[in-house]
């Protein structure tokens, strides 16, 4: 059983490289698994089709042995659970805060604004994994596991020649991005554990007046016992139980939000500032976050056809959350207006039993998260340690060593920043955008250099730019907001945080 970087139940095993004659048909592969090792070059797909193939990669030497180490997927995820397994990886903390985004956007902003995330987020979705297609053309072999690094690896290494230069330098700066979200995905979860806890403690013990650092580092003592679980399947397991938690969860907010009248639409600001529209911005695609579940996802499932269609698991599931996004976002915000908190869970009654039992099954529910984004972390560095530590003994040290640094590292992050709202929107804007909007329509390019037509290079082109638009300004705004909120105090404030 080898474990992936992602929190979902991926089987991989290992086996040799392919050899074959023909490209593959990625319509058909368990009907392709039974037949055995032969196929028809008249089953072969339009993806096949439109790159070269690359017989028995024996034109890199580079690319061959990239290609024998990787392992092979066992292809036994049903449509229907597929479906569920995107949906409940995007599910994630940054569903809570997009009533806070609309806040810093305006109602209209953020109903605008969040449609148009989702398009441009399923359209670099789809790149991604048509790009891994043709790449697994051309490496002769459907069935191999490729993950994020991987693909623009291969890219660079058969696309254009003078990009095989820049494969390894591709390959880890797709590492170090992925290692540097999830690392800071670590300290949001931990902070908005923080928050929490301070609010339950607070109304049964007002008189304790401690600042959001305080309860953050108490929360870093439970964190410090999910840093130490390193079984996969354990925390896989843990991962129905926080999904389970916030679809609760959901379910009481709507309740809360639908129990009373509900504002008039006049009552709230159309738009916001330009400042604040950019710290929206970060927000939003700190919610969109998926992009990294999407190749495990695809390559796992029986019949691969079903996941890129249009009425497929990609777009269907991705609609939906689209959708419960758009409307917690704007009733949440239309219900609470500016009082509206970096998490919304945190304006249900502080009095409510129920709710309070809400916001205790959110603090394991983020526990959880947190031992998985951990997880993850340390599977990036895992093969540079494989590589590098022969001794087991050094290689294990290694490898905790690791996890103690990653724990120590979120910790410190969410104990400086302090300030939930501005760390998911710096978060966003500095890690996912890179991610989940710049890198697949560059993978794009560099995949069909030789069959990029005019549209759709200018359509990648202006993708990238504006990714590269609000990478700067989105960070930009979040650093100059971190700014003016540390002005007075930088580490000691007491502030009222929540």
Not at 252 to 270: G, S
Request: contains cysteine; charged residues 15%; proline residues 4%.
């Amino acid at each position: 059983m080898k474990s992936t970087v992602f929190t979902i139940d991926l089987i991989a095993e290992n086996g040799e490289n392919f050899k074959q004659d023909c490209p593959f048909d990625f319509n058909t592969k368990e009907e392709r698994r039974d037949a055995g090792n032969t196929c028809n070059p008249s089953e072969t797909t339009n993806i096949a089709q439109e790159t070269p193939t690359t017989t028995n990669c024996g034109i890199n030497p580079v690319l061959q042995r990239s290609v024998s180490s990787r392992s092979h997927y066992s292809n036994t995820l049903s449509t229907g659970r597929t479906l569920l397994y995107l949906i409940k990886g995007n599910l994630g903390a940054g569903l809570f805060a997009i009533p806070a985004a609309f806040k810093d956007a305006g109602l209209v902003g953020g109903s605008i604004g969040v449609p148009l995330m989702a398009i441009l987020s399923i359209h670099c979705m789809h790149m991604l994994v048509k790009c891994t297609e043709v790449l697994k053309s051309r490496c002769g072999d459907p069935d191999m596991a490729m993950d994020y690094s991987q693909v623009i690896e291969t890219a660079c290494l058969t696309g254009p020649e003078k990009m095989a230069k820049f494969a390894t330098i591709a390959k880890r700066t797709i590492k170090i991005s992925c290692f540097i979200k999830e690392v800071a995905f670590c300290s949001v979860f931990i902070l908005f554990a923080g928050y929490y806890l301070r609010q339950l403690v607070s109304y049964y013990c007002p008189e304790l007046d401690w600042t959001i650092r305080h309860w953050t580092a108490v929360m870093s003592i439970p964190a410090l016992a999910m840093t130490c679980i390193r079984n996969h399947e354990h925390l896989h397991t843990l991962s129905y139980l926080a999904s389970s938690i916030k679809a609760i969860s959901l379910v009481v907010l709507f309740i809360y939000i639908f129990k009373e009248n509900l504002p008039h639409i006049d009552e709230r600001p159309a738009f916001s500032v330009a400042t604040h529209l950019l710290l929206y911005y970060g927000t939003v695609i700190f919610a969109f976050e998926g992009v990294t579940q999407v190749l495990p996802l695809h390559d796992n499932m029986r019949t691969t056809r079903h996941f890129r269609k249009w009425n497929g698991v990609l777009n269907t599931g991705m609609v939906l959350i689209g959708c419960l996004y758009f409307t917690l976002g704007f009733y949440g915000y239309l219900k609470y207006g500016e009082d509206t908190y970096p998490s919304i869970t945190m304006n249900l009654p502080k009095d409510d039993i129920a709710c309070q039992v809400v916001k205790i099954g959110l603090i394991i529910a983020l526990l959880i998260n947190y031992g998985n984004q951990l997880h993850a972390a340390c599977e990036i560095t895992e093969p540079t340690i494989d590589r590098y530590c022969k001794k087991k003994g050094i290689r294990l040290s290694a490898k905790i060593g690791i996890r103690a640094l990653i724990f120590i590292a979120s910790v410190l992050v969410a104990l400086i920043t302090e300030n939930l709202e501005l760390l998911m929107s710096l978060v966003g804007a500095l890690t996912c955008t890179f991610l989940c909007l710049l890198f697949p329509p560059t993978l794009d390019i560099i995949t069909f250099w030789n069959n990029m037509g005019w549209f759709r290079l200018a359509k990648n082109i202006f993708i990238i730019l504006l990714s590269f638009a609000a990478f700067a300004s989105g960070t930009l705004a979040a650093v100059m907001a971190f700014k003016h909120y540390f002005e007075d105090d930088f580490l000691y404030g007491d502030r009222d945080t929540t």
